[in-house]
DNA sequence: TGTAATTCCTCTAGTGACTAGAGGTTCAAG
DNA sequence: CTTGAACCTCTAGTCACTAGAGGAATTACA
């Protein structure tokens, strides 16, 4: 049996995150002590652990919630899980290529007006002028 | 003269984004209509390209509002632009590299299962055991 | 057993950067 | 002059937490 202090320690995930993921439903609401403490048990630990590797991961609560709830699940709807992978790898590689275009050009701000600081920084001005750019940029979510 | 509604078609940043950033005072309030409706000009219209430009870049509202503090600076003040670029681009560096990882995971984690779906699926053990992971990886951002 | 330090409890509110909706007013075109 | 689109303010919601107040329970040690 953990206390809420020591399951953190176990998870790296922060008590009052342990706390809100029981209000989300997340997490069971898990046996008191008499005195009104939580107290958790391995099957806890291990169900805070998936959900801490998915938010690592990139996934939204949603989807972690998604992934729980196939627990036992056999068949067509693991084809859930599947999926929800499969989407989160073609976001994650998008936001890629969108940050990698997004260096490119912070590199030639901030390399525009190295050492020259005398006058109006070139910085500013590139950092206004959206016609500098390469490409097209959206946000970088 | 534009009204909000222009300004928001020539900027491509919504309404409510734009009374947004009047209340954090990114923006100067407007000259009103006697019907009190916002009127903006071409310096408004530059002010609010540049946040957007910002924005797409990544930097937060506060980096956001200490470049344009700077307008009309000169000398060291500048540097505190250009610091400003560097630090983004280092953030933006350590953010790719650790977005990486994850797709190196996912991609391994979605191929676990491909095809096999009978019995208990890889994915959902894959996206529980962290152990499973090439190394240790953070919350991406 | 006493007491002090630590941990725990609930509840509210704050973060960042918006977004959505209600309920009402003003503007511009025909 | 009427109609419909665009505007106004204000409140509240989003996501995934995080922080703090004020108080109760537990644990460690003497």
Redesign the interface.
């Known amino acids: 049996m953990y206390s809420i202090g020591n399951l953190s320690r176990h998870t790296q995930v922060k008590i009052p995150t342990i706390r809100f993921y029981e209000d989300k439903g997340l997490l069971p609401r898990p046996d008191r002590t008499a005195g009104n403490q939580r107290r958790y048990d391995d099957t806890a630990l291990?169900r805070l652990?998936?959900i801490?590797?998915?938010?690592?991961?990139?996934l939204p609560l949603t989807d972690v919630e998604g992934?729980l709830s196939?627990?036992g699940a056999?068949?067509?709807d693991?084809?859930q899980?599947?999926e929800i992978?499969?989407r989160?790898?073609a976001d994650?590689?998008d936001?890629?290529s969108r940050?990698?275009s997004?260096?490119a050009?912070?590199?030639r701000?901030?390399k525009a007006?190295?050492g020259k600081?005398?006058?109006?920084?070139a910085?500013?001005h590139a950092?206004?002028?959206?016609n500098e750019c390469a490409g097209p940029?959206?946000?970088?979510k």
Chains 1, 2 share one sequence.
């Open positions: 291990k652990l998936f801490r590797h998915c938010r690592d991961l990139g992934l196939l627990e056999s068949g067509g693991l084809n899980a599947h992978a499969e989160q790898l994650l590689r936001r890629i940050l990698r997004l260096e050009e912070l590199t701000i901030s007006c190295d600081h005398d006058h109006v920084c910085v500013l950092f206004g002028d959206h940029h959206a946000h970088s």
